[in-house]
């Protein structure tokens, strides 16, 4: 893995200069608003921070992920209707221009095939030099592996966006495995040959960039690291413009922890870095996990930053590197939009202390997340006499109380820092004995799994009982 210095990560742009943009038209939103965790204030029209594509055209940071669109369900409160609700969007886009955010990121699948051309209905409505859109290859289905019936999507995109070009155009989703029209399972790389390369349909998007259809082409990546490593070795014939990877405080060191497929985006940012690819992001947020934190990581922001809210800190995090082009997210809200416009107007960098207290943070997250056990006592007695509940309420009160720390660095903190762990120790095991007698603590389970099916959460409680039970004998090993 390539290491990213600390002063590179750190390193403050300087493309990041503002506009003015359009006033909204028939935006019926407030622009004075209080968001969840942050402060009441306007929200700038003309501090947006920009960045440059390789053709040297300015990217809005926030960028607007139309994955998740409102629907008419949404505000009649019907859950089966989704049917997007157009006059929602057409605001929440009039709001994001008028506001500096300039690049809109759709997909033929998204929203049950309807975000492209509730994009196109509500981008047409402004001039075309004030917006850039990107959309994506979605050929996933086996039968739209031919060069004809790819080609085809491609089209119905232009179509559907009501324009000539795209921005950006995405192979969507390299490094997944699918099978094929047998129904053999394939590896991921057959499958990314099979859906780009066989069919000779990477060879003719490069085409149409080269004839002005497409303006910037690139990938999206999940999966197998393996095939992105591959695309990689393709750059010099290929020459992508963009990237799009999964990158948060979490995911930059911690990926694989959150989910096995996954691969640290330090490492993912490092390999498009040292080729002078930009990268777009995606969940910054880490799919709504880091909008919320425990008590004590909460804490630890708000004594720092107290207006703002704690999903600001994941944006900032995700805008800091300077190759990052731009950061995707899902806005259906309008106050999200707003929070998102104020962090990015303009960008105020992470400063070192703040990088490290987010990696902390992370850490912690990743190795330490809390037990969902409502304590409704179903999975109780325990055969062995653990009682269970009361084990999972330790655990997740000494988290939410930062009484639960990593102690993978601990020979290389300063000597605060291991004060501090001492005393999460000493809280973790004195309070354990005092919450749970000994001989019903978590060491006492032998994995018979009587409790598994009983747990309306769906907890593996065996499995759960382990770690915990590992993390108590990590405690007791240190000084």
Known sequence: MSDISRRQFLKIFGAGTVAT??????????????????QLGEVPTDQMTYRTDQHGERVSLLGFGMMRLPTLGDKNGDKENKELDQEEINQLVDYAIAHGVNLFDTAPRYCKGQSEQATGIALSRHPRNTWRVSTK???????????QES?????????????????????????????DEHGNQLTAMQTFERRFIDNGLLDWLVEQREKGRIRNLGFSYHGDVAVFDHCMSMHDKIHWNHVLIQHSYVD???????EEENTNSEYLYS???K???PCFVMEPLLGGRLAELNEHATQQL????????????????????PRILTVLSGMNKMEHLQDNIRTYSPLKPLSDDEFNLLQDIAAVYANYPLVPCT??????????????PSVFQHFNRCLNEGNIVDDSHLNENTSAEKREYRRARRAFLVGYDRSVPRLRQADHCIGCNHCVPLCPQGIDIPAQMRRIDQYVESLKQTN
């Not at 038209?25 to 942050?38: M, R, Y």
């Not at 930059?252 to 959150?258: E, L, M, W």
């Not at 708000?302 to 590197?321: M, N, Q, V, Y």
């Not at 304590?375 to 269970?388: F, K, L, R, V």
Request: aromatic share 12%.
């Open 21 to 38: 943009a359009a006033v909204a038209a028939g935006c019926k939103h407030p622009n004075n608003v209080k968001t969840e965790g942050g």
């Open 137 to 147: 290859m979605s050929n996933f289905p086996p039968s739209t592996w031919s060069f």
């Open 151 to 179: 080609k085809k999507i491609f089209e119905n995109s232009l179509k559907s966006l009501q324009t000539d070009y795209v921005d950006f155009l995405m192979l969507h989703s390299i490094g997944g495995s699918m099978k």
């Open 252 to 258: 930059y060191r911690h990926a694989k922890q959150i």
């Open 271 to 273: 390999e498009a870095d």
């Open 275 to 277: 080729r002078g690819i």
């Open 302 to 321: 708000k004594e720092r930053e107290p207006d703002a809210s704690i999903a600001s800190w994941a944006f900032r995090f995700a805008g800091t590197l």
């Open 375 to 388: 304590s409704c006592q179903y999975c109780m007695p325990c055969p062995y006499g653990i009682d269970i």
